[in-house]
């Protein structure tokens, strides 16, 4: 069975920093281009963050560059998302997703919200 689940989120202040974790089964994940995107209320869903299979590339959206890193660890089947500096405009609901060999996954997301 295919998975990816989503970890770390939680409720913080304006500021401080928070780590997801993207862990993913059934599927083979190393040749997988792993990405982060997130959907708040009233918004359009935002695509901020992805690493490629490949090389480790990695893309940032301008809203998030400079503050996110995203890392994966192709041993345990995980991808992380370190989020430091946080805003109260970074509260949302946060998945990650994989993209490979014509397929498309989607984990269930974890909610991050940035108190101000």
């Known amino acids: 069975e295919v998975q990816l689940v989503e970890s770390g989120g939680g409720l913080v202040q304006a500021g401080e920093s928070l780590r997801l974790s993207c862990h993913a089964s059934?599927?083979?994940?190393?040749?997988?281009?792993i990405g982060w995107v997130r959907q708040a209320p009233g918004k359009e869903r935002e695509g901020i963050s992805s690493i490629s299979s490949s090389d480790g590339s990695t893309y940032y959206s301008d809203s998030v560059k400079g503050r996110f890193t995203i890392s994966r660890d192709n041993v345990k089947n995980t991808v992380y998302l370190q989020m430091n500096s946080l805003k109260p405009e970074d509260t949302a609901m946060y998945l990650c997703n994989a993209n490979g060999w014509s397929n498309v996954y989607w984990g269930q997301g974890t909610q991050v919200t940035v108190s101000s």
């Open positions: 059934g599927f083979a994940f190393a040749v997988y281009n």
